[in-house]
């Protein structure tokens, strides 16, 4: 089970931070990723990591402004989300998967969090 949250309102700018709390898996035997869907547009990856090496991967539209990171003792991947901009907004989605030799393949996924809404006004 993931347990997505750290959603939010905030202005153009802002900074959250998204968590992504896993029981019933183990964070350091999966791949996590975050996902995000806005309205009308399909559901992208956002950014990944992987469970044995902590290899990431993120998209262009975060490089540079997102920052994944995991805490093995917590069980809980995070996502730190920099200079927020209106088109961030959008529901994220945190996943699971036991293949790791690629990451943020939607199709991949097989756990899903419940969502948690980011809105970013300009």
Known sequence: QLEDSG??????????????????LTVDHYAIGWFRQA??????????I???????YYAA????????????AKNTVYLQ???LQPEDTAVYYC???VLQFRLCVFKDYDY???GTQVTVSS
């Open 7 to 24: 959603g939010g309102l905030g202005q153009a700018g802002a900074s959250l931070r998204l968590s992504c709390a896993a029981s019933g």
């Open 39 to 48: 309205p009308g547009k399909e559901r992208e990856g956002v950014s990944c």
């Open 50 to 56: 992987s469970g044995s090496h902590g290899s990431t």
């Open 61 to 72: 539209s975060g490089k540079g402004r997102f920052t994944i990171t995991k805490d093995n």
């Open 81 to 83: 989300m920099n200079s």
């Open 95 to 97: 996943a699971a998967t």
């Open 112 to 114: 899903w969090g419940q």
